[in-house]
């Protein structure tokens, strides 16, 4: 608990720093900024290993395709909004239009050309999102979500939004499941972190042109089934970190 309290605090503090001392970049070449958040992440993961012992395991990278794409990730903590982007060429996240409010957070996000969603708002709303979805990827982006919307204990039964269908009929390129276990190292709505072994599994992609149903039913039972994986893989290995979820 002591290790994870002095994670937290350098964790907030790095981060605050980083925004702040990085805040020219919000005049600078975006890809200047990008690359600014990736090194805020590498160095993030660096304190949890170092301090915590919690570290990152990436399968299946090679199923990336090259060019632009559609991610749909498994989303079990907060750790994923930042780990994941060094594992990316050019990420472009979808966000709750209310985070872009935030002082420097929201800027920073307007810099990175993340794609803002407003739930409220109905289809205008949701023409938007794809309006912005299309511009990425006519940018060569990997558009990045998190198809349930909000975070999932490991072993929850899922709870897969219509976002994503949304964004895969329209988008037109190939939709990449991502697995992963992080809920049993860094739990949601608990200040506690575990040391083990963080698995980011990269799964087949799912080419476009799909009807709407079938491509839903194969993206949650890959995700699904690769994410249960895990998470036994993680309770066979290291039942000491699901005392607390």
Not at 14 to 25: R, Y
Not at 35 to 62: D, M, N, Q, S
Not at 87 to 100: C, H, Q, V, W
Not at 149 to 158: D, L, Y
Request: with cysteine.
């Amino acid at each position: 608990m002591i290790r994870s309290l002095i994670f937290n605090i350098l964790f907030f503090v790095t981060t605050t720093l980083f925004v702040v001392i990085g805040s020219p970049l919000l005049f600078a070449p975006r890809s200047w900024a990008m690359y600014a958040l990736a090194v805020h992440a590498r160095f993030e993961l660096w304190l949890l290993r170092v301090i915590v012992g919690t570290k990152i395991e990436v399968r299946g990278k090679e199923k990336l395709p090259k060019g632009p794409c559609l991610v749909a990730a498994k989303h079990q903590s907060a750790w994923e909004t930042f780990a994941l982007i060094p594992l990316f060429r050019d990420p472009a996240f979808l966000m709750k239009r209310e985070l872009f409010w935030i002082p420097f957070h929201g800027w920073f996000s307007h810099k990175f050309r993340m794609i803002p969603v407003d739930r409220d708002k109905g289809p205008s709303a949701l023409r938007s999102m794809l309006r912005e979805a299309k511009t990425r990827i006519a940018d060569g982006r990997e558009i990045i979500i998190f198809p349930e919307g909000t975070r999932r204990a490991p072993g929850a039964p899922p709870d897969y939004k219509t976002g994503v269908i949304l964004l895969y009929d329209a988008l037109n390129v190939p939709c990449v499941p991502v697995a992963l276990n992080s809920g049993v190292y860094w739990p949601r709505r608990y200040p506690r972190r575990h040391p083990g072994t963080i698995v980011v599994e990269f799964l087949d992609p799912i080419p476009p042109g799909l009807p709407k149903a079938e491509f839903l039913s194969r993206l949650q039972e890959a995700i699904e089934t690769a994410s249960d994986r895990l998470f036994l893989e993680a309770k066979a290995g290291e039942p000491g970190a699901l005392t607390k979820r």
